[in-house]
T-cell receptor, first 112, second 112 residues
Framework: EAGVTQSPTHLIKTRGQQATLRCSPISGHTSVYWYQQALGLGLQFLLWYDEGEERNRGNFPPRFSGRQFPNYSSELNVNALELEDSALYLC???????????FGDGTRLSIL | GENVEQHPSTLSVQEGDSAVIKCTYSDSASNYFPWYKQELGKGPQLIIDIRSNVGEKKDQRIAVTLNKTAKHFSLHITETQPEDSAVYFCAASTGNNNDMRFGAGTRLTVKP
């Protein structure tokens, strides 16, 4: 069974640009979660999508947004990139709103 | 909201010894407590989880204990091996809105 897959593995952007990160959940999972893991820090909850809708949002500014497609894959968009957005962005999936969450290997976003 | 504290931040043990990592949480409504292992360049991997109706759970060399009254839970690894070296994260969730909160992580080093 394929796990959670994320693309790209690495992404380099400059300040002010926009970034798009992608996630494909485990087959059968309908919930997708996004987390930010800044260097040396724990995981911070960003967003939860289920059945195509945003269900919950962490304490992040509106320039962090996303969507979930009919096939349950998801995109995370970060607008007006700032230096402090440099981090590993992790996607996780689960059955509808349930536990446990299973993680992908992340996208490393670097802002120059 | 939920706040999860994790100790110690680093732990070094000799191969074959036991390792214990402790976490405390603040929200008495939390009812799901997973532990994740993160190796370098990888996403967090679920290693064991416990729900609030259980006091202890064991899986081979790994065990988790939960004290709901004191609001703390611990990960115990026995007969440690070099491949156990990684960063371990605890987390707590109320199951509502799936805003899982993570501890800051423990870097475990097992010396051969």
């Amino acid at each position: 069974e394929a796990g959670v897959t994320q693309s790209p593995t690495h992404l380099i952007k400059t300040r002010g640009q926009q970034a798009t990160l992608r996630c494909s959940p485990i087959s059968g999972h309908t919930s997708v979660y996004w987390y930010q893991q800044a260097l040396g820090l724990g995981l911070q909850f960003l967003l939860w999508y289920d059945e195509g809708e945003e269900r919950n949002r962490g304490n992040f500014p509106p320039r962090f947004s996303g969507r979930q497609f009919p096939n349950y894959s998801s995109e995370l968009n970060v607008n007006a990139l700032e230096l402090e957005d440099s981090a590993l962005y992790l996607c996780a999936s689960s059955f509808t709103g349930g536990q446990p969450q299973h993680f992908g290997d992340g996208t490393r976003l670097s802002i120059l | 909201g939920e706040n999860v504290e994790q100790h110690p931040s680093t732990l070094s043990v000799q191969e074959g010894d036991s390792a214990v990592i402790k976490c405390t949480y603040s929200d008495s409504a939390s009812n799901y407590f997973p532990w994740y292992k993160q190796e370098l360049g990888k996403g967090p991997q679920l290693i064991i989880d416990i729900r609030s109706n259980v006091g202890e759970k064991k899986d081979q060399r790994i065990a988790v204990t939960l004290n709901k009254t004191a609001k703390h839970f611990s990960l115990h690894i026995t007969e440690t091996q070099p491949e156990d070296s990684a960063v371990y994260f605890c987390a707590a969730s109320t199951g509502n809105n799936n805003d899982m909160r993570f501890g800051a992580g423990t870097r475990l080093t097992v010396k051969p």
